[in-house]
């Protein structure tokens, strides 16, 4: 699996025969540039994005992008290739020392995103006849850091722990100092279809998921990437195709840590993952931590149109449970180290369940006590929400200890390496 990992992060470097080649560079690119080489950049990626033709491939140098007039946002519509993580000069490409990163502001908020995409959009097509005609197309999103931190409003003091940078998340409308709410929206998001691969990117401080896709056709491929703080879901898979079967979903080798509820009562959503019905997925070699509620969620939809492989993951101290799935009626929560996971593969859509594994508190702090911030993860395990009612003037106190608050950028892409075989790899 390692020696297919490294073809695939690997794959994008050969995929210029096949189309033009596009270069963007924030420090050196200008908008009248021609883009074609690396000498002479253009500054915007969705100046190049406007240019490409389908199977063309983008180059992009470090930097921040904010999208057509600062507005916070790209939109994809066709089959191309953005490769990110290169040295200004384009010599070198190494996505933790040259990261090129879409981190909106808050004053972006403003213009919201057309036609319900995230601070990257796919728009690939409009109508089923359209999706057909792209199903052999190839798509690649690679070693991107896209972070709505700035972006989102958090309370100045309520909920927030001692250490932490930030108050709670306020979903919108509710701003408080900001001067427009949270885009309450996915950091990628839309309508996708073909043969679509992202991979070695960072989805960092997500408002409302960090990937959410329809996807018509196709294989789509979500490799070694880290998700960290996103509130709902990690990823959010679903077939947008009545067919079962269409979709062919690859979830493996991601670090995801932090996946928080949709409210502040932190009872409803809160998953790394989803398993969505008529969908082949293959969920494996990923470190799922810290969910409000489970790690693999295989509650929706109809199971007899899935086919689900969950193998070779690492579990940490998700709140309700490292996986969830339906027992007519109920819902069944359990972790890697219950009884009552070996009985998980005999479930309708489970096709294999093997060697899953869970950390022990002293073996995550010895891989992660310099990586990930430890007051946010000390303040996580005790995150809760209370009620007190007071009976005699009919008032309802409520505390939120923490709430999906920003989680600090430093040292998020040391997080590409931590751990030798599972989760996100570092990028060679």
């Known amino acids: 699996m390692k020696k297919l990992l490294s073809i695939l992060i690997c794959l994008t470097f050969a995929m210029s025969a096949f189309g033009a ?24 990626i969705w100046s190049a994005l406007e240019k490409a033709a389908p199977g063309d491939v983008i180059y992009v140098a470090q930097g921040n ?30 996505i933790t020392k040259y990261p090129t990163m879409l981190k909106p ?55 927030k722990p001692e250490g932490v940078e930030t108050g709670m998340f306020l979903i919108p409308p509710d701003q408080g100092n900001t001067q427009y709410p949270s885009i ?97 997925a293959n969920i494996h070699h990923n470190i799922l931590g810290l969910s409000v509620l489970y790690a693999f969620d295989n509650t929706k ?43 998980f593969e005999d479930c309708t859509g489970i096709k294999s369940v093997e060697d899953n594994k869970a950390f022990s508190d002293i073996e995550f702090v010895a891989k992660f006590r310099d990586i990930i911030d430890m007051a946010y993860l000390k303040a996580f395990l005790a995150a809760n929400y209370t009620e007190k009612i007071n009976l005699a003037e009919l008032s309802l106190e409520t505390k939120y200890t923490m709430f999906a608050n920003r989680y600090p950028s430093e040292n998020v892409l040391k997080f590409f390496g931590a751990v030798e075989g599972a989760g996100a790899q570092a990028v060679k």
């Open 65 to 94: 992008y904010h999208g057509k007039t600062s507005c916070g946002w790209i939109l994809i519509d066709k089959p191309v290739s953005i490769i990110g993580g290169y040295s200004d000069d384009f010599s070198v490409r190494d």
């Open 21 to 44: 080649e596009w270069y963007v560079s924030a420090a050196i690119g200008k908008k009248k540039n021609e883009g074609t080489s690396k000498d002479a950049p253009l500054k915007a």
């Open 105 to 159: 502001t808050n004053e972006m908020n403003q213009t919201k995103p057309a036609m319900d995409i995230g601070t990257v959009g796919f728009k690939m097509y409009k109508t089923a006849i359209d999706a057909a005609t792209l199903a052999n197309t190839t798509t690649v999103i690679d070693g991107l850091y896209i972070d709505q931190g700035d972006a989102n409003s958090y309370h100045a003091t309520k909920g």
């Open 184 to 280: 309450n929206s996915a950091e990628l998001k839309g309508l996708s279809v073909g043969n679509l691969t992202i991979q070695n990117c960072v989805f960092l401080n997500a408002s409302n998921y960090g990937i959410q896709l329809n996807h018509f056709q196709g294989e789509l491929k979500i490799l070694n990437n880290v998700f960290i703080n996103n509130r709902m879901q990690a990823c959010e898979i679903r077939s947008s195709n009545a067919k079962a079967g269409m979709v062919n979903f690859e979830f493996a080798y991601n670090t995801v840590f932090f996946t928080w509820s949709r409210t502040e009562e932190m009872t409803d959503m809160g998953f790394a993952v989803r398993a969505n019905e008529n969908m082949n």
């Open 301 to 343: 939809g109809n199971d007899k149109t899935k086919n689900v492989s969950i193998d070779n993951n690492l579990f940490f101290r998700n709140k309700k449970g490292d996986a969830a799935v339906t027992i007519s009626p109920n819902i069944k929560a359990f972790f890697v180290t219950d009884d009552a996971w070996e009985d």
